[in-house]
Protein backbone atom coordinates (compact mmCIF):
# COMPACT_ATOMS: atom_id res chain seq x y z
CA UNK A 1 0.00 0.00 0.00
CA UNK A 2 1.51 3.26 -1.66
CA UNK A 3 2.04 5.69 2.02
CA UNK A 4 0.63 9.19 1.20
CA UNK A 5 -0.33 12.05 3.42
CA UNK A 6 -3.61 11.26 4.18
CA UNK A 7 -2.70 7.50 5.42
CA UNK A 8 -0.18 8.98 7.60
CA UNK A 9 -2.88 11.45 9.27
CA UNK A 10 -5.54 9.17 9.47
CA UNK A 11 -3.39 6.40 11.15
CA UNK A 12 -2.14 8.80 13.27
CA UNK A 13 -5.30 10.42 14.54
CA UNK A 14 -6.88 6.76 14.94
CA UNK A 15 -4.08 6.41 17.74
CA UNK A 16 -3.38 10.24 18.96
CA UNK A 17 -5.69 13.31 19.50
CA UNK A 18 -3.97 15.30 16.63
CA UNK A 19 -4.66 19.16 16.35
CA UNK A 20 -2.07 20.37 14.10
CA UNK A 21 -0.91 19.20 10.86
CA UNK A 22 1.19 21.23 8.60
CA UNK A 23 2.78 20.20 5.04
CA UNK A 24 6.51 22.20 4.81
CA UNK A 25 8.49 22.56 1.68
CA UNK A 26 12.23 22.08 2.37
CA UNK A 27 12.60 25.91 2.40
CA UNK A 28 10.17 26.11 5.58
CA UNK A 29 7.49 27.31 3.34
CA UNK A 30 3.85 25.66 4.41
CA UNK A 31 1.81 24.11 2.01
CA UNK A 32 -0.64 22.44 3.39
CA UNK A 33 -2.67 23.18 7.12
CA UNK A 34 -5.30 22.67 9.04
CA UNK A 35 -7.74 25.11 10.04
CA UNK A 36 -7.32 24.63 13.47
CA UNK A 37 -3.49 25.36 13.04
CA UNK A 38 -4.71 28.35 11.26
CA UNK A 39 -6.64 29.63 14.03
CA UNK A 40 -4.83 28.92 16.84
CA UNK A 41 -1.57 30.39 15.37
CA UNK A 42 -2.82 33.28 13.34
CA UNK A 43 -6.24 33.65 14.44
CA UNK A 44 -7.29 32.61 10.71
CA UNK A 45 -4.87 34.20 8.97
CA UNK A 46 -2.78 32.10 6.11
CA UNK A 47 0.54 30.57 7.25
CA UNK A 48 3.10 31.21 5.09
CA UNK A 49 6.26 30.03 6.47
CA UNK A 50 6.92 27.20 9.34
CA UNK A 51 9.38 29.77 11.36
CA UNK A 52 5.94 31.55 11.77
CA UNK A 53 4.67 28.27 14.03
CA UNK A 54 7.73 27.28 15.81
CA UNK A 55 9.76 29.35 18.19
CA UNK A 56 13.39 29.16 16.80
CA UNK A 57 12.68 26.05 15.03
CA UNK A 58 15.16 26.47 12.31
CA UNK A 59 18.38 27.68 14.66
CA UNK A 60 18.08 24.84 17.36
CA UNK A 61 16.78 21.52 15.08
CA UNK A 62 17.65 20.02 11.82
CA UNK A 63 14.14 18.61 10.97
CA UNK A 64 15.83 16.32 8.29
CA UNK A 65 17.19 14.39 11.65
CA UNK A 66 13.37 14.72 12.59
CA UNK A 67 11.99 12.74 10.03
CA UNK A 68 14.37 9.56 10.43
CA UNK A 69 12.70 8.12 13.11
CA UNK A 70 9.38 9.30 12.87
CA UNK A 71 7.55 7.53 15.51
CA UNK A 72 9.12 9.53 17.97
CA UNK A 73 7.98 12.30 19.72
CA UNK A 74 9.37 15.72 20.26
CA UNK A 75 7.80 18.68 22.78
CA UNK A 76 8.13 22.47 20.60
CA UNK A 77 6.65 25.29 21.75
CA UNK A 78 4.83 26.91 19.02
CA UNK A 79 3.20 30.72 19.00
CA UNK A 80 -0.24 31.97 20.05
CA UNK A 81 -2.37 34.33 18.36
CA UNK A 82 -2.88 35.79 21.86
CA UNK A 83 0.85 35.95 22.22
CA UNK A 84 1.27 33.25 24.67
CA UNK A 85 3.81 30.64 23.12
CA UNK A 86 2.60 26.83 24.15
CA UNK A 87 3.79 23.32 24.22
CA UNK A 88 2.66 19.94 22.18
CA UNK A 89 4.18 17.06 20.75
CA UNK A 90 4.80 16.75 17.22
CA UNK A 91 5.89 13.86 15.06
CA UNK A 92 7.80 14.36 11.63
CA UNK A 93 7.29 12.78 8.49
CA UNK A 94 9.17 13.19 4.94
CA UNK A 95 6.64 12.21 1.95
CA UNK A 96 7.23 13.23 -1.65
CA UNK A 97 10.27 15.37 -1.15
CA UNK A 98 8.33 17.41 1.90
CA UNK A 99 7.92 17.35 5.83
CA UNK A 100 4.46 16.10 7.06
CA UNK A 101 4.28 17.78 10.93
CA UNK A 102 2.00 16.19 13.22
CA UNK A 103 0.82 17.59 16.37
CA UNK A 104 -1.10 16.33 19.33
CA UNK A 105 -1.78 17.54 23.24
CA UNK A 106 -0.54 15.40 25.87
CA UNK A 107 -3.08 12.46 26.63
CA UNK A 108 -2.35 13.66 30.58
CA UNK A 109 -2.69 16.82 30.12
CA UNK A 110 -6.17 16.69 28.35
CA UNK A 111 -7.37 14.58 31.03
CA UNK A 112 -5.90 16.72 34.10
CA UNK A 113 -8.09 19.47 31.82
CA UNK A 114 -11.16 17.65 31.97
CA UNK A 115 -10.89 16.69 35.48
CA UNK A 116 -10.24 20.66 35.97
CA UNK A 117 -13.03 21.87 33.80
CA UNK A 118 -15.58 19.22 36.22
CA UNK A 119 -13.88 20.62 39.08
CA UNK A 120 -15.36 24.34 37.91
CA UNK A 121 -18.66 23.22 36.48
CA UNK A 122 -19.34 21.93 39.94
CA UNK A 123 -17.97 24.69 41.99
CA UNK A 124 -19.96 26.86 39.23
CA UNK A 125 -23.17 24.89 40.43
CA UNK A 126 -22.81 25.17 43.71
CA UNK A 127 -22.04 28.77 43.76
CA UNK A 128 -25.36 29.00 41.57
CA UNK A 129 -27.54 27.50 44.09
CA UNK A 130 -25.94 29.45 46.70
CA UNK A 131 -26.53 32.45 45.39
CA UNK A 132 -30.08 31.42 44.43
CA UNK A 133 -30.62 30.03 47.82
CA UNK A 134 -28.78 34.11 48.98
CA UNK A 135 -30.78 35.76 46.73
CA UNK A 136 -34.38 34.36 47.74
CA UNK A 137 -33.40 35.32 51.50
CA UNK A 138 -32.24 38.55 50.41
CA UNK A 139 -35.82 38.91 48.77
CA UNK A 140 -37.55 37.76 51.85
CA UNK A 141 -35.78 39.89 54.13
CA UNK A 142 -36.79 42.96 51.63
CA UNK A 143 -40.35 42.18 51.07
CA UNK A 144 -40.34 41.78 55.54
CA UNK A 145 -38.29 45.38 55.27
CA UNK A 146 -40.93 46.74 53.28
CA UNK A 147 -43.61 45.35 55.25
CA UNK A 148 -42.60 46.72 58.45
CA UNK A 149 -41.61 50.30 57.09
CA UNK A 150 -45.14 50.50 55.13
CA UNK A 151 -46.89 49.33 58.87
CA UNK A 152 -44.81 51.80 61.41
CA UNK A 153 -44.87 54.69 58.78
CA UNK A 154 -48.63 54.20 58.71
CA UNK A 155 -49.14 54.01 62.37
CA UNK A 156 -47.29 57.17 62.75
CA UNK A 157 -48.78 58.85 60.82
CA UNK A 158 -52.09 59.26 63.42
CA UNK A 159 -49.92 60.84 66.49
CA UNK A 160 -48.39 62.76 64.20
CA UNK A 161 -51.73 64.41 62.91
CA UNK A 162 -52.74 64.72 66.54
CA UNK A 163 -49.60 66.80 66.87
CA UNK A 164 -50.13 69.06 64.21
CA UNK A 165 -53.31 69.83 64.75
CA UNK A 166 -53.47 70.54 68.61
CA UNK A 167 -50.24 72.63 67.90
CA UNK A 168 -52.20 74.26 65.18
CA UNK A 169 -55.49 74.96 67.27
CA UNK A 170 -52.67 76.47 70.57
CA UNK A 171 -51.16 78.45 68.04
CA UNK A 172 -54.58 79.85 66.76
CA UNK A 173 -55.43 81.31 70.45
CA UNK A 174 -57.71 77.97 71.50
CA UNK A 175 -56.09 77.40 74.71
CA UNK A 176 -55.59 81.07 75.48
CA UNK A 177 -52.85 83.68 74.46
CA UNK A 178 -49.79 82.53 74.39
CA UNK A 179 -46.69 84.10 75.70
CA UNK A 180 -43.74 84.37 73.39
CA UNK A 181 -41.76 81.72 74.94
CA UNK A 182 -44.15 79.63 74.55
CA UNK A 183 -45.37 80.15 71.31
CA UNK A 184 -41.81 80.02 69.97
CA UNK A 185 -41.83 76.06 71.65
CA UNK A 186 -44.98 75.23 69.78
CA UNK A 187 -43.90 76.75 66.46
CA UNK A 188 -40.93 74.97 66.75
CA UNK A 189 -43.22 71.33 67.51
CA UNK A 190 -45.37 72.54 64.87
CA UNK A 191 -42.07 72.61 62.09
CA UNK A 192 -40.74 69.39 63.42
CA UNK A 193 -44.16 67.45 63.01
CA UNK A 194 -44.46 68.82 59.70
CA UNK A 195 -40.58 67.59 58.52
CA UNK A 196 -41.80 64.48 60.07
CA UNK A 197 -45.32 63.77 58.50
CA UNK A 198 -43.28 64.35 54.98
CA UNK A 199 -40.44 61.92 56.06
CA UNK A 200 -43.39 59.19 57.02
CA UNK A 201 -45.25 60.32 53.71
CA UNK A 202 -41.74 59.30 51.91
CA UNK A 203 -41.40 55.97 53.84
CA UNK A 204 -44.65 55.16 52.63
CA UNK A 205 -43.81 56.12 49.36
CA UNK A 206 -40.43 53.68 49.33
CA UNK A 207 -42.33 50.71 50.81
CA UNK A 208 -44.94 50.65 48.17
CA UNK A 209 -42.15 51.22 45.31
CA UNK A 210 -40.09 48.97 46.75
CA UNK A 211 -42.32 46.31 46.95
CA UNK A 212 -43.21 46.74 43.77
CA UNK A 213 -47.22 47.42 44.36
CA UNK A 214 -46.42 50.71 42.99
CA UNK A 215 -49.92 51.52 40.86
CA UNK A 216 -50.68 53.98 38.26
CA UNK A 217 -54.05 55.64 37.83
CA UNK A 218 -54.23 56.89 34.39
CA UNK A 219 -56.74 60.09 33.29
CA UNK A 220 -56.58 62.64 30.82
CA UNK A 221 -54.84 66.09 32.23
CA UNK A 222 -55.25 69.54 29.92
CA UNK A 223 -51.94 71.23 31.17
CA UNK A 224 -52.88 74.56 30.92
CA UNK A 225 -55.95 74.36 32.52
CA UNK A 226 -54.76 72.22 35.84
CA UNK A 227 -50.74 72.94 36.34
CA UNK A 228 -51.59 76.55 38.25
CA UNK A 229 -53.79 74.55 40.63
CA UNK A 230 -50.95 72.08 40.76
CA UNK A 231 -48.44 74.31 41.95
CA UNK A 232 -50.68 76.16 44.45
CA UNK A 233 -48.97 75.31 47.40
CA UNK A 234 -45.98 76.49 45.61
CA UNK A 235 -47.00 79.31 44.44
CA UNK A 236 -47.75 80.81 48.39
CA UNK A 237 -44.79 79.31 49.47
CA UNK A 238 -42.83 81.60 46.48
CA UNK A 239 -45.15 84.49 47.40
CA UNK A 240 -43.97 84.41 50.32
CA UNK A 241 -40.64 84.87 49.92
CA UNK A 242 -40.89 87.03 47.40
CA UNK A 243 -39.91 84.74 44.80
CA UNK A 244 -41.50 84.55 41.12
CA UNK A 245 -42.85 81.46 40.06
CA UNK A 246 -42.58 82.14 36.17
CA UNK A 247 -45.05 79.15 33.77
CA UNK A 248 -44.56 78.82 30.42
CA UNK A 249 -46.27 76.29 28.57
CA UNK A 250 -46.00 75.42 24.91
CA UNK A 251 -50.06 75.35 23.31
CA UNK A 252 -48.45 71.59 21.53
CA UNK A 253 -48.69 69.82 24.90
CA UNK A 254 -52.42 69.44 24.93
CA UNK A 255 -53.51 66.58 26.88
CA UNK A 256 -51.66 64.08 28.44
CA UNK A 257 -52.45 60.74 29.82
CA UNK A 258 -50.78 59.97 33.36
CA UNK A 259 -51.44 59.74 37.17
CA UNK A 260 -52.98 63.15 37.81
CA UNK A 261 -51.67 62.45 41.86
CA UNK A 262 -47.94 61.38 41.06
CA UNK A 263 -47.55 63.92 38.45
CA UNK A 264 -48.48 66.72 41.14
CA UNK A 265 -46.14 64.47 43.30
CA UNK A 266 -43.03 64.87 41.31
CA UNK A 267 -44.03 68.40 39.98
CA UNK A 268 -44.41 69.86 43.67
CA UNK A 269 -41.47 68.29 44.66
CA UNK A 270 -39.08 69.49 42.18
CA UNK A 271 -40.75 72.79 41.74
CA UNK A 272 -40.86 72.82 45.61
CA UNK A 273 -36.79 72.17 46.06
CA UNK A 274 -36.32 74.88 43.50
CA UNK A 275 -38.30 78.11 45.38
CA UNK A 276 -36.77 76.22 48.95
CA UNK A 277 -33.01 77.11 47.08
CA UNK A 278 -33.81 80.03 45.56
CA UNK A 279 -32.79 83.18 47.61
CA UNK A 280 -35.76 85.83 48.13
CA UNK A 281 -36.46 88.03 45.44
CA UNK A 282 -35.38 85.42 42.69
CA UNK A 283 -36.86 83.79 40.36
CA UNK A 284 -38.05 80.08 39.36
CA UNK A 285 -38.86 79.20 35.67
CA UNK A 286 -41.02 76.43 34.45
CA UNK A 287 -40.95 75.58 30.73
CA UNK A 288 -43.44 72.80 29.78
CA UNK A 289 -43.12 71.46 25.35
CA UNK A 290 -43.04 68.76 23.76
CA UNK A 291 -40.30 66.73 22.26
CA UNK A 292 -39.88 63.41 20.55
CA UNK A 293 -44.01 62.08 22.07
CA UNK A 294 -42.64 63.35 25.76
CA UNK A 295 -44.08 66.21 27.59
CA UNK A 296 -40.98 67.78 28.92
CA UNK A 297 -40.82 70.14 32.24
CA UNK A 298 -37.71 72.10 33.04
CA UNK A 299 -37.48 73.57 36.71
CA UNK A 300 -35.02 76.45 37.13
CA UNK A 301 -33.78 77.71 40.26
CA UNK A 302 -31.13 80.42 41.17
CA UNK A 303 -29.74 78.56 43.73
CA UNK A 304 -26.57 77.31 44.69
CA UNK A 305 -26.39 74.44 41.93
CA UNK A 306 -25.31 71.33 42.79
CA UNK A 307 -21.67 70.39 43.46
CA UNK A 308 -19.98 67.67 40.92
CA UNK A 309 -19.31 65.25 43.33
CA UNK A 310 -23.30 64.87 44.51
CA UNK A 311 -24.30 64.22 40.93
CA UNK A 312 -24.60 61.02 41.12
CA UNK A 313 -25.95 60.41 44.52
CA UNK A 314 -28.57 62.63 44.16
CA UNK A 315 -31.09 60.21 42.85
CA UNK A 316 -30.59 57.63 44.95
CA UNK A 317 -32.01 56.94 48.79
CA UNK A 318 -30.85 59.93 50.94
CA UNK A 319 -28.71 61.37 48.48
CA UNK A 320 -28.60 64.97 49.11
CA UNK A 321 -26.82 67.99 47.59
CA UNK A 322 -25.05 69.46 50.86
CA UNK A 323 -26.07 72.19 50.03
CA UNK A 324 -28.50 74.57 52.73
CA UNK A 325 -32.10 75.36 51.44
CA UNK A 326 -32.51 79.40 51.38
CA UNK A 327 -35.86 78.39 53.05
CA UNK A 328 -34.37 76.68 55.61
CA UNK A 329 -36.96 73.97 55.98
CA UNK A 330 -34.72 69.75 56.19
CA UNK A 331 -34.96 67.51 53.65
CA UNK A 332 -35.94 64.22 53.85
CA UNK A 333 -33.36 63.13 51.13
CA UNK A 334 -36.16 60.57 49.39
CA UNK A 335 -37.60 62.90 47.39
CA UNK A 336 -36.47 62.65 44.39
CA UNK A 337 -35.66 59.16 44.10
CA UNK A 338 -39.46 58.50 44.48
CA UNK A 339 -39.53 61.18 41.55
CA UNK A 340 -37.18 58.96 39.22
CA UNK A 341 -38.95 55.50 40.21
CA UNK A 342 -42.22 57.40 39.77
CA UNK A 343 -41.09 58.91 36.03
CA UNK A 344 -39.73 55.94 35.14
CA UNK A 345 -43.19 54.07 35.69
CA UNK A 346 -44.60 56.34 33.75
CA UNK A 347 -42.00 55.37 31.07
CA UNK A 348 -40.57 58.83 30.82
CA UNK A 349 -37.09 60.17 32.39
CA UNK A 350 -35.70 62.59 34.41
CA UNK A 351 -32.16 64.76 34.84
CA UNK A 352 -30.70 67.60 36.72
CA UNK A 353 -27.58 69.65 35.38
CA UNK A 354 -26.21 73.04 36.86
CA UNK A 355 -27.17 76.14 35.05
CA UNK A 356 -24.04 78.21 33.26
CA UNK A 357 -24.45 81.33 35.38
CA UNK A 358 -25.88 80.32 38.38
CA UNK A 359 -28.71 77.24 39.97
CA UNK A 360 -29.55 73.99 38.89
CA UNK A 361 -32.00 72.74 36.20
CA UNK A 362 -34.35 69.72 36.95
CA UNK A 363 -35.58 68.17 33.74
CA UNK A 364 -38.15 65.23 33.67
CA UNK A 365 -40.18 63.84 31.29
CA UNK A 366 -43.33 62.18 30.78
CA UNK A 367 -45.27 60.37 27.57
CA UNK A 368 -48.11 62.01 26.23
CA UNK A 369 -49.76 59.20 24.97
CA UNK A 370 -49.77 55.76 27.54
CA UNK A 371 -47.70 53.05 26.74
CA UNK A 372 -45.16 55.05 24.75
CA UNK A 373 -42.25 55.57 26.85
CA UNK A 374 -39.29 54.18 27.38
Same mark, same amino acid.
Given at each position: ????????????????????????? $???????????????????????????????????????? /???????????????????????????????? %??????????????????????????????????????? %??????? =???????????? /??????????????????????????????????????????????????????????????????? /????????????????????? +???????????????? +? =????????????????????????????? =?????????????????????????????? +?????????? $??????????????????????? %????? +?????????? $???????
Amino acid at each position: MKTTKENIINEYMHKNNLIFYFVVQ $KDGKVTDYNEFASLFVKNGIPINSIKEVFIDFFERMNIQQ /LTENPESEHLFSINSHKGIPEAFYFSFYEING %EYLILGRMDVMEIEEFQSKLIALNNELSNMSRELHKSNA %ELKKMND =MKNRFLGMAAHD /LRKPITVIKGYTSLLLNGAAGELGKRQSEFITAIESSSVHMEALVNDFLDVSVIESGTLELVYSDIS /LEKEIEEMLHLNRIKAENRKI +KLHINISPDTGVISAD +K =MKLQQVLDNIAGNAVEFTPSNGNVMLNVF =MNEGYVVFEVTDEGPGIPENKMDSLFKYFG +KTGAVKASGD $KSTGLGLIICKKIVEQHGGYISV %ENNTG +KGAKFTFAFP $KKRGVGK
